[in-house]
C-alpha cells in the first residue's frame, strides 16, 4: 500500500519529508551497485515489497521485478528503463544534500528494510551506506554485501548464533555497550572509531547486545541474513 505522511527529520534543515512507501511488510531496497538476480531473490524471500533507489531500476527490472517506487536525483535511471515504468511510481528527489540510498531511508516506512546494491567496489559509497544507517537510525535496514551484512544494533539485540560465528562491531561515534556470549566482552569499554572498535570478535553461542546510544554497527557472515532479519524484528525497542 502507498501512505502519505510526514516526518521530522532531524539531521538535515529541510523541515517535514513526505513518505512515500508505506509497507507492514520488509522492503528489499536494490541501488544501482552490485545487486545481482541471485541476491534480490534472496532477500525478496524474506522482504517481498521493492523499492529502487534511482539506477537500482535497472537490476530490478533484470531481474524480472517491478519495483513498487524508483526514489532519487534519476542521474543514472536510463531512459529506456524509465519507460518501462508506471510514471506514478518514479519520484525525482532533485537535491544534491544526500545519497540516494539516503533520500530512500528517509521517504520509506517498513518495519525493515534489506538494502542491495550499495556496497559494491567503491569505498565512498560503502562508507557513506553505513554512516547513513546511524543518521537515521529510526530506519531498522541491514546493508547486504557479497560476503557480509551489516546493520545498526537496536538498543538490546538477541543473535541466536553458533559458537564461531564472526561478529564484528564497529563504532560510528562514541558508544558503550554490554554483551553476553561473546569472546571478547565489551563491558567497561568505550568505542569510537577514532580509538578502540570491535571488529573480529567471535560468538561463544547465543549473543546478547545492548549499546547506549545509536553508534554500534555489527557486522555478521552473510549466510546469517535470515537469523538477523528475525532478530532485528523481534528486538523490543527502537532508537
Request: with cysteine.
Amino acid at each position: 500500500m502507498f501512505i502519505l505522511w510526514s516526518v521530522q527529520n532531524p539531521d538535515r534543515n529541510q523541515g517535514e519529508i513526505a513518505v512515500i512507501v508505506d509497507e507492514l511488510a520488509p522492503i528489499t531496497l536494490i541501488g544501482s551497485g552490485d545487486a545481482d538476480a541471485a541476491t534480490i531473490a534472496s532477500a525478496l524471500a524474506l522482504a517481498p515489497v521493492v523499492v529502487a533507489a534511482d539506477g537500482g531500476a535497472v537490476a530490478a527490472l533484470a531481474a524480472g521485478v517491478v519495483p513498487r517506487a524508483v526514489i532519487g536525483d534519476l542521474d543514472s535511471l536510463p531512459e529506456a528503463i524509465r519507460a518501462q515504468l508506471d510514471p506514478a511510481t518514479v519520484h525525482p528527489v532533485p537535491e544534491q544534500d544526500s545519497t540516494d540510498f539516503e533520500k530512500c531511508l528517509q521517504r520509506l516506512r517498513a518495519p525493515l528494510i534489506l538494502a542491495i546494491g550499495f556496497t559494491g567496489d567503491r569505498m565512498d559509497h560503502q562508507l557513506a551506506a553505513l554512516s547513513a544507517l546511524v543518521r537515521y537510525p529510526a530506519q531498522r535496514c541491514i546493508v547486504i554485501a557479497p560476503g557480509q551484512i551489516a546493520f545498526l544494533c537496536p538498543p538490546v539485540l538477541s543473535l541466536p548464533v553458533e559458537a564461531g560465528t564472526l561478529v564484528s562491531l564497529y563504532p560510528l561515534g562514541a558508544v558503550r555497550g554490554t554483551s553476553d556470549g561473546l569472546q571478547w566482552p565489551i563491558a567497561g569499554l568505550d568505542f569510537a572509531p577514532d580509538g578502540r572498535v570491535g571488529t573480529s570478535n567471535c560468538a561463544t553461542g547465543p549473543v546478547t547486545l545492548t549499546f547506549d546510544a545509536a553508534r554500534m554497527l555489527v557486522i555478521l557472515p552473510r549466510q546469517t541474513l535470515p537469523m538477523a532479519v528475525a532478530a532485528l524484528l523481534a528486538a523490543p525497542a527502537r532508537w
